[in-house]
């Protein structure tokens, strides 16, 4: 048992590269915690490691990715700890669905083309809850689907028959079928127009409301994260660089990454900021990365900042945000969080 009831998942030093003559270190010792019903947003501009830390937590890293290091340990509904990183496949295929599932961009992927919407439902359930039968099945299928805004006819639909909206809502219906106590969420309506997202974003909070799983959410997306989540990890360079909050990043983000972030993105729900975006590129993660790795883009860099790596700074309590600031006379005190903001 968990002496934590709430936790759900924690990863500590997470470390994934793809192999190759010169590795790409693209996740480097990324630590987080979740807990029951938390929504964990992960911003970042692309290529700063999201969607490879999601295959990581959901162990579905394939060849060249390896990761390198850390522990991920996933606490079951029964209070359970599981270590991820151990599992065999036979335990993997049980906890997958049933316990936590995944929603990734590209919908079309993720379904089987040659087969209905209905069969889609039948494999999960065959699988992972052999005692249903067939009517049994269907029914919840035809539920399922209008818990997500689609009409039950569609059961007997092709996935080619769908609409991109549509079928973005049967993948979050296929992963909630077993009423999972995670759903890790990449880039999930990135691919849809605007009003769709919307909808599809509305749905989501509703059922997650209703249902009570967490979520991990990714997205380039600050303003849409800062909306949605409750703590919110903002990534850069394989690294979070802060963890906090969402809704005290919103007041006050610590980070000179974060602050660009924040001007650089408009908000889905109108709002436009002045959209100066972060001048300079990030890193090569093939590149060993000497001092903080956002110095060369950064406007406060002084040279400690070249030479030497901050820490995020995880001590309890304290406003975890890797950047030498916090250190200059003058600068940003180390900030206190109060811990039950976290929970
Ligand atoms: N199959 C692969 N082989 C080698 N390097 C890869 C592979 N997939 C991703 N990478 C590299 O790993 C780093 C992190 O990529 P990742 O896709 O995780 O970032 P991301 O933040 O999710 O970006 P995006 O928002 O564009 O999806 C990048 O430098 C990318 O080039």
Redesign the pocket.
């Known amino acids: 048992m968990n002496d934590d009831a709430s936790l759900v998942l924690r990863a500590t030093d997470v470390s994934v590269a ?1 192999e ?1 003559r010169r590795p ?1 270190r ?1 996740v480097r010792e990324v630590s987080l915690e979740l807990h029951a019903g938390e929504v964990l947003g992960i911003a ?10 999601a295959y990581a937590l959901t162990r579905m890293l394939r060849p ?2 390896v990761q390198t290091g850390g522990t991920i340990e996933y606490v079951d509904r029964d209070g359970r700890t599981w270590d991820l990183t151990a599992l065999e496949p036979g335990e993997l295929r049980k906890l997958r669905w049933a316990e936590f599932s995944m929603v990734f961009q590209s919908a079309m992927n993720a379904l089987n083309p040659v087969t209905s919407v209905g069969a889609q439902f039948d494999d999960i359930f065959r699988t992972h809850r052999p005692e249903m039968d067939r009517a049994e099945r269907r029914e919840r299928a035809r539920r399922l689907l209008e818990m997500v805004g689609i009409d039950p006819k569609r059961v007997r639909s092709f996935p080619h028959e769908l609409s991109g909206g549509m079928r973005q809502r049967v993948v979050i219906a296929l992963a909630l079928a077993l009423e999972p106590r995670l759903v890790v969420m ?2 999930p309506t990135t691919a849809l127009d605007v009003l769709v997202q919307r909808e599809i974003l509305d749905e989501i909070s509703r059922l997650r409301a209703e249902l009570g799983f967490a979520v991990i959410f ?1 997205t ?1 997306d600050l303003g849409l994260l800062l909306e949605i989540s409750d703590s919110l990890a903002v ?1 850069y360079a ?1 690294q979070f660089v802060e963890y906090a909050p969402a809704r005290r990043i919103a007041e006050e983000a610590q980070h000179p990454y974060t602050q660009g972030l924040l001007r650089s993105f408009p908000s889905l729900r109108g709002g436009r900021r002045d959209l100066r975006g972060i001048p300079g590129n990030p890193p090569d ?1 093939r590149q060993d990365l000497d001092g903080c790795p956002f110095a060369p883009r950064c406007e406060h860099a002084f040279d400690r900042c070249r030479t030497e790596a901050p820490q995020l700074l995880a001590a309890p309590g304290y406003w975890p945000f890797s950047c030498h600031l916090r250190d200059v006379p003058n600068g940003s005190e180390p900030r206190k969080v109060e811990v039950d903001e976290r929970a």
């Open positions: 793809y190759g790409t693209a970042g501009e692309s290529g700063c490691g999201k969607s490879t830390l060249p990715a990449d880039e990714i380039h990534m394989g993660l």
